[in-house]
């Protein structure tokens, strides 16, 4: 079982990455990618998820009752995401990603170890487990994702 700490520092990985990403051109960081997303695209996406799970750490925090799932129109969330991350140039979009996800993270060590760790009504999660399947792994996917693609254009 991982601590909010451990979380904390494996989701603060993200904006470390994400960093790495300012010398690139924004040519580069809109070519699209192998699928239909570019790098910018698949920033804005999991930005989007940061933002919905700032508002379930916000309830969270005023011991308001919430339920940790999936959102159920995933691809609706996404494409609404993506769009909203076309409407910013691609290294002020960086910026505001690593902004959000720094901005969850404060909130999540708001949360208490033990709301932490207890399954949620109705989920089959805990928030450290949610976090694990839903942030971490898809962080790692798509790191690697974009690692790959600016592999093969160099």
Same mark, same amino acid.
């Given at each position: 079982?991982?601590?909010?700490?451990?979380? +904390?520092? !494996?989701?603060?990985?993200?904006?470390?990455?994400?960093?790495?990403?300012?010398?690139?051109?924004? !040519? /580069?960081?809109? @070519?699209q990618?192998? *699928?239909?997303?570019?790098?910018? &695209?698949?920033? +804005?996406?999991?930005?989007g998820? !940061?933002?919905?799970? /700032?508002?379930?750490? &916000?309830?969270?925090?005023? &011991?308001?009752?919430?339920?940790? =799932?999936?959102?159920?129109?995933? =691809?609706?969330?996404?494409?609404?995401?993506?769009?909203? *991350?076309?409407?910013?140039?691609?290294?002020?979009?960086?910026?505001?990603?690593?902004? =959000?996800? @720094?901005?969850?993270?404060?909130?999540?060590?708001?949360?208490?170890?033990? /709301?932490?760790?207890?399954?949620?009504?109705? +989920?089959?999660?805990?928030?450290? +487990?949610?976090l694990?399947?839903?942030?971490?792994?898809? !962080?790692?996917?798509?790191?690697?994702?974009?690692?790959?693609?600016? =592999?093969?254009?160099?």
């Amino acid at each position: 079982m991982a601590t909010i700490a451990e979380i +904390s520092k !494996d989701l603060e990985n993200w904006t470390v990455f994400v960093a790495t990403l300012f010398p690139y051109s924004e !040519d /580069i960081l809109c @070519k699209q990618m192998a *699928g239909t997303w570019s790098i910018q &695209d698949t920033i +804005s996406h999991i930005m989007g998820w !940061d933002k919905d799970f /700032i508002k379930t750490l &916000d309830k969270t925090i005023n &011991d308001e009752q919430i339920t940790l =799932q999936e959102n159920p129109d995933v =691809q609706a969330f996404n494409d609404a995401s993506v769009d909203f *991350g076309r409407t910013m140039k691609p290294h002020e979009l960086l910026n505001e990603a690593i902004s =959000q996800r @720094k901005r969850m993270i404060e909130k999540l060590k708001m949360v208490s170890e033990s /709301i932490f760790i207890s399954q949620f009504n109705n +989920s089959p999660y805990t928030m450290e +487990s949610f976090l694990q399947e839903m942030f971490m792994h898809h !962080d790692r996917y798509h790191k690697e994702q974009i690692v790959n693609f600016l =592999q093969s254009i160099d």
